[in-house]
């Protein structure tokens, strides 16, 4: 199977002219169409964006057009980033704040269960839809947009929209669900990831941008369950590596200025996987370091990682610690584009990014964006004193 777009004479290519069957043609299937046809049965709400979202169309894998919300967002947010990187999340919401946009921060939300899914296959098709199906309700019943933070519930809830539009027993199963719990059966008009957000919203992140970043050396990696999974859904752009890479997260890295740098491992998985994280975890951390990280040490010696998921962010981070004892090439510092586009536009580097969450030691790199991290880090210390001294019961977005 053809994974890349006809190269013809040099003009941007249209729709027609990206080759992704073996047939050499665009996939007839088009899942908007499908939901849309499914909505006109009477079968289930198509939650649009609206222009109170202020939408931005950008061209996906195919060609096709993928509307991206900007404003007025309900934020899925990811178990593994609240409970592992927490300065994941309040650089995503510190972003929209600064920019002045608005969005819900659901008390409501569970999580998606994909681990269930992938890793322990503990579950089944109706009840991972039902959860898909009762989040995207309450996004839909509290008037906001859902945005997905996690690639696992990115790349889950792409393939619970494929099941429900292929199977109707499932539609069935699901439906009986939604009743008992007194919700719709309401399906997004697009699966948004937050890292899309980030992507459009780039050029405004670069101007309320007050670092030099022209020193810094990144290497990026593009988490499987955005690009690889239900693969139609992922942001191309012919202006970065021709059109043959995914743009998110590279884009951001070439808008704020930083060298943008390559390596031979960029398609491989970090090491993450599902079911291999839990029953071989040893298999992780040496995919990770092996064959991500050095080669990425050897090759581009980059001063940080950036990637677009928590198992990335997760896996990439934490499983050096282990190759460092060992004395293997390794020691790059990995965070999201989120928290990397907070600290560009002035982010409190322990405050609002968290960075003391992750495992490879971040001063060398502040230092080089130029980040008084020692004073930085006095500043966190005496809030956390006060915390814990009962001054302050937590501290608020005022204290950031």
């Known amino acids: 199977m053809s994974l890349l777009p006809i190269v013809n004479d040099g003009a941007p290519l249209k729709a027609k002219d990206r080759v992704f069957d073996r047939k050499g043609q665009m996939p007839e299937e088009y899942y908007k169409d499908q939901l849309f046809e499914l909505e006109a049965k009477?079968?289930?709400?198509?939650?649009?964006?609206?222009?109170?979202?202020?939408?931005?169309?950008?061209?996906?894998?195919?060609?096709?057009k993928k509307k991206i919300a900007i404003?007025?967002?309900?934020?899925?947010?990811?178990?593994g980033q609240c409970g592992?990187?927490?300065g994941y999340s309040t650089s995503i919401f510190w972003l929209i704040r600064q920019l002045g946009l608005t969005y819900h921060d659901p008390k409501e939300q569970t999580s998606c269960t994909a681990w269930n899914y992938y890793a322990s296959s503990t579950s089944n098709p109706a009840a991972q839809a039902a959860v898909a199906l009762r989040n995207f309700a309450q996004a839909y019943e509290d008037g906001y947009y859902p945005i997905i933070h996690c690639g696992t519930s990115y790349g889950h809830y792409k393939e619970v929209r494929e099941e429900l539009i292929h199977h109707p027993e499932l539609r069935d199963q699901t439906r009986r669900v939604m009743d008992r719990l007194g919700k719709p059966m309401v399906f997004p008009e697009e699966i948004v990831h937050y890292s899309e957000w980030v992507h459009v919203m780039r050029h405004q992140i670069?101007?309320?941008?007050?670092?030099?970043?022209?020193?810094?050396?990144v290497t990026v990696h593009p988490a499987c369950h955005y690009h690889k999974l239900v693969a139609e859904d992922?942001?191309?752009?012919?202006?970065?590596?021709?059109?043959?890479?995914?743009?998110?997260?590279?884009?951001?890295?070439?808008?704020?200025g930083a060298n943008l740098a390559d390596y031979s491992t960029f398609h491989d998985c970090c090491g993450f996987g599902f079911r291999h994280i839990l029953v071989s975890r040893d298999f992780s951390r040496s995919f990770a370091t092996l064959r991500k990280i050095e080669k990425m040490k050897e090759e581009a010696n980059p001063d940080v990682t950036l990637t677009h998921d928590t198992g990335c962010v997760t896996t990439l981070d934490k499983s050096q610690f282990a190759a460092q004892a060992h004395g293997r090439n390794v020691?790059?510092?990995?965070?999201?584009?989120?928290q990397f586009a907070a600290l560009a536009m002035g982010a409190h580097p322990y405050k609002v990014c968290q960075l003391h969450w992750h495992g490879v030691d971040m001063r060398p790199l502040l230092e080089k964006m130029g980040i008084d991290h020692v004073a930085a880090w006095e500043e966190f210390q005496e809030v956390a004193g006060k915390i814990e001294a009962g001054e302050m019961d937590f501290m608020s977005w005022e204290d950031c």
């Open 42 to 64: 009477g079968e289930l709400i198509i939650h649009r964006i609206a222009d109170e979202q202020a939408p931005v169309e950008i061209d996906n894998k195919f060609g096709r």
């Open 71 to 79: 404003d007025n967002t309900w934020h899925h947010k990811s178990c």
């Open 84 to 86: 592992h990187i927490p």
């Open 206 to 217: 670069h101007e309320r941008q007050k670092l030099d970043l022209s020193d810094v050396t």
């Open 234 to 256: 992922a942001i191309y752009d012919r202006e970065l590596y021709d059109g043959q890479r995914t743009a998110v997260v590279s884009a951001l890295v070439k808008a704020l």
């Open 331 to 338: 020691g790059i510092p990995v965070m999201s584009d989120a």
